[in-house]
Antibody, heavy 122, light 105 residues
Framework: QLRLQESGPGLVKPSETLSLICSVSGGSISRSNYYWGWIRQPPGKRLEWIASIYYSGSTSYNPSLKSRVTISVDTSKNQFSLKLTSLTAADTAVYFCARPNTGGRFTSFDYWGQGALVTVSS | EIVLTQSPATLSLSPGERATLSCRAS??????LAWYQQKPGQAPRLLIY???NRASGIPARFSGSGSGTDFTLTISSLEPEDFALYYC????????FGGGTKVEI
């Protein structure tokens, strides 16, 4: 059974950088034909796709966040990561990592992590 | 950016009733639309992808239809566990989500 687990700090200060890791178990990132993704959900608001990455390192970014986001993959650890810079209170959200249900750069997602709440506050 | 508008914002129904949820795209997205169910404190659950395909393990009471700009999620007979938030998501031009419809008792 595929499982995704987000990890990272729950509280980050404004202007700092958020780093999150998604650890994948029950399946191999490098033996899949998927663009693994990060999605976030601010409290009471709609979901927002952040970025996706293929095991080879090919990436796709939400244009509205692209200047502040870096997504990377470590196939040796079966993990992929997210960095988000210049944080503000608007970045407070639950951050999910997810796996698509089909191949292709832009997809829907059928496996999700439980989500990691990140609060941006001094 | 493709904007998805869901209606109604809230749908008040009883178990056993039929639920019809709408998602409208700001431009044509062909059939590149998915539907998710989300309960408080949980991750979204994929119900339907590419407008009308049920995801693995999803009961037959959930069905999706539509193409272009207008899409519908239908729950034929509501079960108690179906009362939740529902989101649509398009993948025609990167990825965006709708604002959600709450199905409540």
């Amino acid at each position: 059974q595929l499982r995704l687990q987000e990890s990272g700090p729950g509280l980050v200060k404004p202007s700092e950088t958020l780093s999150l890791i998604c650890s994948v178990s029950g399946g191999s990132i490098s033996r899949s034909n998927y663009y693994w993704g990060w999605i976030r959900q601010p409290p009471g608001k709609r979901l927002e796709w952040i970025a996706s990455i293929y095991y080879s390192g090919s990436t796709s970014y939400n244009p509205s966040l692209k200047s502040r986001v870096t997504i990377s993959v470590d196939t040796s650890k079966n993990q992929f990561s997210l960095k988000l810079t210049s944080l503000t209170a608007a970045d407070t959200a639950v951050y999910f990592c997810a796996r698509p249900n089909t191949g292709g750069r832009f997809t829907s997602f059928d496996y999700w992590g439980q989500g990691a709440l990140v609060t941006v506050s001094s | 950016e493709i904007v998805l508008t869901q209606s109604p914002a809230t749908l008040s129904l009883s178990p056993g009733e039929r639920a019809t949820l709408s998602c409208r795209a700001s431009q044509s997205i062909r059939n590149f639309l998915a539907w998710y169910q989300q309960k408080p404190g949980q991750a979204p659950r994929l119900l339907i992808y590419d407008a009308s395909n049920r995801a693995s393990g999803i009961p037959a009471r959930f069905s999706g239809s539509g193409s272009g700009t207008d899409f519908t999620l239908t729950i034929s007979s509501l079960e108690p566990e179906d009362f939740a938030l529902y989101y649509c998501q398009q993948r025609s031009n990167w990825l965006t989500f709708g604002g959600g419809t709450k199905v409540e008792i």
